[in-house]
């Protein structure tokens, strides 16, 4: 385990596991010293997808919960980009 990922662990929380991109969609795209990184959204740990509307469907706590879960599937594509 990476000390970032025990650092995170720590902290109580855990890379999600990030489905397979479809087509020639690239979450990360590394160009010399940079990484530029789209297309993500919130997923759970399991893989599964958050869905619903902040203030209808979802919580304010479920959006925080949402947003950091977005937050850590971009941490995973940038772990699969510096390997």
């Given at each position: 385990?990476?000390?970032?990922?025990?650092?995170?662990?720590?902290?109580?929380?855990?890379?999600?596991?990030l489905?397979?991109?479809?087509?020639?969609?690239?979450?990360?795209?590394?160009?010399?010293?940079?990484?530029?990184?789209?297309?993500?959204?919130?997923i759970?740990?399991?893989?599964?997808?958050?869905?619903?509307?902040?203030?209808?469907?979802?919580?304010?706590?479920?959006?925080?919960?949402?947003?950091?879960?977005?937050?850590?599937?971009?941490?995973?594509?940038?772990?699969?980009?510096?390997?």
């Amino acid at each position: 385990m990476s000390t970032i990922e025990s650092k995170l662990a720590a902290m109580g929380l855990e890379l999600p596991v990030l489905p397979g991109s479809k087509g020639i969609y690239k979450s990360c795209l590394r160009v010399g010293n940079h990484v530029y990184v789209s297309g993500h959204v919130s997923i759970n740990t399991d893989g599964s997808f958050i869905k619903g509307k902040l203030g209808q469907d979802v919580s304010d706590d479920e959006g925080f919960i949402a947003a950091r879960q977005c937050g850590l599937a971009m941490l995973t594509s940038l772990k699969k980009v510096f390997r």
